[in-house]
Antibody
């Protein structure tokens, strides 16, 4: 059974940093691109970042570019999101999500077939 | 302001058929496939439709998707109370080089 479990969320002051983790199990982690998607309280879904299976291709939303860094450790079956220079508008539940196709690149025809339960990040003084 | 445009809400009575629209542009829906996600209250999103009209295993055939030009639609027939949820469309955007979502549609079963 595919499982994605996020951790690392919490309360942080504006300008601070936080590192999120996503532990994957039940599938060959190294064969799939992975993503972070967030949802501000009471708002819709917003894609944050994607990373290909071997980390060769990385993409970011303009809203986080230069502040967030996505990475993965295939030996540990883990996905990470390093978040720096946090702002109030980064407050959200952060989900990790797996892409539905086994590939070495991120394809435009991909989709997110499994999601974690999310971890809440609150940026407030 | 979301790149993909959805109506904020939709409603129907049990047994009815409802449709939810998703409007985009040539850089997203016009050139890439559309996916739909269902988010029940208090839970993580779940893949409902992928590649415009494909259902993952376990998704009832009451749910169907279609795409034409720069717009897509999700149809739910035989509406049930458990279908009350938020629905999101999504597609890759060639200009932004990333995924874009619609603002979400809250489906209310009367």
């Amino acid at each position: 059974e595919v499982q994605l479990v996020e951790s690392g969320g919490g309360l942080v002051k504006p300008g601070g940093s936080l590192r999120l983790s996503c532990a994957a199990s039940g599938f060959t982690f190294s064969s799939y691109s992975m993503n972070w998607v967030r949802q501000a309280p009471g708002k819709g879904l917003e894609w944050v970042s994607s990373i290909s299976s071997s980390s060769s291709y990385i993409y970011y939303a303009d809203s986080v570019k230069g502040r967030f860094t996505i990475s993965r450790d295939n030996a540990k079956n883990s996905l990470y999101l390093q978040m720096n220079s946090l702002r109030a508008e980064d407050t959200a539940v952060y989900y990790c999500a797996r892409v539905g196709t086994r590939a070495t690149v991120v394809h435009p025809w991909d989709y997110f077939d499994y999601w974690g339960q999310g971890t809440l990040v609150t940026v407030s003084s | 302001q979301s790149v993909l445009t959805q109506p904020p809400s939709a409603s129907g009575t049990p047994g009815q058929r409802v449709t939810i629209s998703c409007s985009g542009s040539s850089s997203n829906i016009g050139s890439n496939t559309v996916n739909w996600y269902q988010q029940l209250p208090g839970t993580a999103p779940k893949l409902l439709i992928y590649s415009n009209n494909q259902r993952p295993s376990g998704v009832p055939d009451r749910f169907s998707g279609s795409k034409s030009g720069t717009s897509a639609s999700l149809a739910i027939s035989g509406l049930q109370s458990e279908d009350e949820a938020d629905y999101y469309c999504a597609a890759w955007d060639d200009s932004l080089n990333g995924w874009v979502f619609g603002g979400g549609t809250k489906l209310i079963v009367l």
